[in-house]
């Protein structure tokens, strides 16, 4: 059943696990990401990006969730807008049927400038008294998600904050952080932790220099009702990357947020944990191997199984290293 986001993410509060919440654009995606949830019995946060919209537009994405619902009536599902850059795609979003939109403040709606504090509480109150009517749930982010080693948002597509940052945007006050969940009344909230979006997230293993978990912590001391969420949680794992570079992928030395680390912010509030990048390595990992081990074949549905077996193996990872098991 479709569900909204808050339900789901209570329960995990109260039984001490995180859901993946992993972002879709087609329906391989989506049969992957609720066969993995089948197998493990785990709760669904299926997310729509911007580029999700763009790619497949926002009432195909509406539909392969409606289908993914009807087609696994026993899991809950919640259908969630992923950084949501103005009121207007999240009312947009609300309209399609969505459970639960982001209201990313952080940055203002052209997604490159940072926005003031005042714009960031203002934009994202007035979704939720929007969205809390209708019995959608919200997700708010408070400072600017992005790397402590290169103090930069911006990804290579030219997508996050431009320019240099200070390590102060990239960490999320404590105190400003209660004050932001006070005045808005979210439902879960977005932190920066020294993670960034993409697959060059850190050019070493992380450690809590450039990681901070211990920032989780400390917001999670001070606000233990709310429900915090990891953007740019990919692992990045270094086998999906060896098979693309075997395979003919080019792909520079990189590393993600181990699994490790995601198990520790979850015991510290963690409840919801973003993940793209991984399903996207999963995936061409798969598609590459496929295609040089078969080159005859030329039915994309070949490829596509492999590709969504892939995913599918990945997502049940993700499932049980986060404890979902059986909480769906
Ligand atoms: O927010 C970042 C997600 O990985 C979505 O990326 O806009 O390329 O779909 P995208
Ligand atoms: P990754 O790029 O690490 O998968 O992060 C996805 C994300 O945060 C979507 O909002
Ligand atoms: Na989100
Ligand atoms: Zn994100």
């Not at 940072?114 to 809390?132: F, G, P």
């Not at 932790?193 to 850190?202: D, E």
């Not at 912010?265 to 999963?282: E, P, S, W, Y």
């Not at 990992?285 to 990945?314: C, H, L, Q, T, V």
């Amino acid at each position: 059943a479709l569900v909204a986001m808050r339900q789901l993410l209570d329960h995990a509060a109260e039984n001490g696990y995180g859901i993946p919440a992993f972002n879709v654009n087609n329906l391989e995606q989506v049969q992957a990401i609720m066969e993995a949830a089948k197998e493990t019995g785990a709760p669904v946060i299926l997310q729509a990006s911007a580029g999700a919209r763009k790619y497949a537009g926002e009432l195909f994405l509406e539909h392969l969730i409606r289908a993914a619902v009807e087609s696994y009536p026993d899991i809950p599902v919640a259908m969630h807008l992923d950084h949501g850059r103005s009121k207007a795609s999240c009312v947009s979003a609300m309209r399609h049927g969505f459970t639960s939109v982001m209201m990313d403040g952080s940055l203002m709606p052209d997604g490159k400038t940072v926005s003031t504090y005042e714009y960031n509480v203002e934009t994202t109150r007035c979704i939720v008294e929007t969205a809390h009517c209708i019995g959608v749930s919200v997700e708010g982010e408070l400072g600017c998600i992005g790397s402590l080693e290169t103090l930069t948002s911006e990804k290579e597509d030219g997508q996050g904050a431009e320019g240099t940052l200070t390590r102060e945007q990239l960490l999320t006050d404590p105190d400003q952080a209660v004050d932001f969940v006070r005045e808005t009344q979210l439902d879960a909230l977005a932190i920066a932790i020294g993670t960034s979006h993409g697959a060059y997230k850190f050019t070493r293993e992380p450690t809590g220099e450039i990681l901070s978990i211990d920032r989780v912590k400390e917001i999670h001391a001070r606000l233990p009702n709310t429900h915090l969420v990891m953007h740019g949680s990919s692992s990045v794992p270094q086998e999906f990357l060896a098979e693309i570079r075997k395979f003919g992928g080019e792909m520079r030395e990189t590393y993600g947020v181990p699994v490790k680390e995601i198990q520790t912010a979850i015991k510290h509030g963690v409840r919801k944990v973003n993940v793209d990048t991984d399903i996207r390595l999963a995936m061409t990992a798969a598609i590459r191997r496929f295609i040089f081990e078969n080159p005859s074949e030329f039915d994309p549905r070949a490829f596509m199984k492999a590709a969504r077996k892939a995913e599918k193996e990945m997502c049940k990872s993700r499932y049980l290293a986060f404890g979902c098991e059986g909480q769906g």
